[in-house]
């Protein structure tokens, strides 16, 4: 046990960590895009709350998502203690080090990144999930069901362009934050290879690009009714 605790705690297994919850997460955002992208059919809400009723109702989704709240918890804790750690090792040539070429600007500040995100992802469960989970929302009735209309909230928030500003300017972070952390991921845990690598680094751009444009588009198709 103690060779484990050991290992968890060495600058390693914290990347380790880093790596896997990573991986967890970009999972996540995949699944995640799939249900908002619900937002955009011109069915008044339906698909979107069909979709958030079935996410927070069922067993099996509800397990995978209190173990998605640890695993944020876990990967913003490691990264700060990483980016701490970091800073300490590098002492006064820190500053002589990011000058280089041999690093990039998200890979020198996935600390800051990870920040933004973290604030963003507080405020966005404050807004829809504790609001589907515990607030006075209104309901719709399909089929004889009676659902919460979580899009009627999401639709309303969508209408301010202070929150759609900021929506897009935390997805342009989440960009640049997977542009780094995708090959990261598959660096740290080993799966590299000369032979792969290309195909590694041209799906993480096409991911870290594509994911997050299409949830920006979400908002700002909301907000100009396109």
């Not at 979709?51 to 998605?68: D, G, R």
């Not at 404050?126 to 209104?138: E, T, V, Y």
Request: charged fraction near 10%; include cysteine; hydrophobic fraction near 50%.
């Amino acid at each position: 046990m103690k060779w484990f605790l050991d290992m968890f705690s060495s600058t390693l297994g914290r990347k380790l960590v880093m790596a896997l919850t990573g991986l967890f997460l970009i999972s996540f955002l995949v699944i995640h895009l799939i249900g908002n992208l619900q937002l955009l059919k011109p069915d008044g809400g339906h698909a979107f709350n069909v979709y958030a009723e079935f996410m927070t109702h069922n067993p099996l989704i509800k397990t995978v998502s209190y173990s998605l709240y640890t695993s944020i918890l876990i990967h913003s804790v490691w990264a700060l203690m990483l980016t701490i750690q970091n800073r300490k090792a590098r002492g006064p040539q820190r500053y002589a080090v990011n000058s280089g070429k041999s690093t990039t600007w998200s890979s020198r500040n996935m600390g800051i990144l990870g920040t933004l995100l973290l604030i963003f992802i507080v405020v966005h469960m404050r807004d829809f999930w504790a609001q589907m989970h515990w607030g006075g929302i209104p309901t719709q009735n399909y089929e004889g069901k009676e659902v919460k209309d979580l899009y009627a909230i999401v639709a309303l928030a969508f209408t301010e362009g202070w929150y759609v500003a900021l929506y897009v300017i935390c997805m342009i972070g989440l960009a640049f934050h997977l542009y780094h952390g995708f090959v990261s991921a598959f660096q740290t845990l080993g799966l590299n290879h000369m032979k792969y690598n290309p195909v590694i680094s041209f799906v993480g751009k096409t991911f870290s690009i594509v994911v997050p444009a299409l949830f920006a588009w979400i908002p700002i198709s909301m907000f100009f009714k396109l």
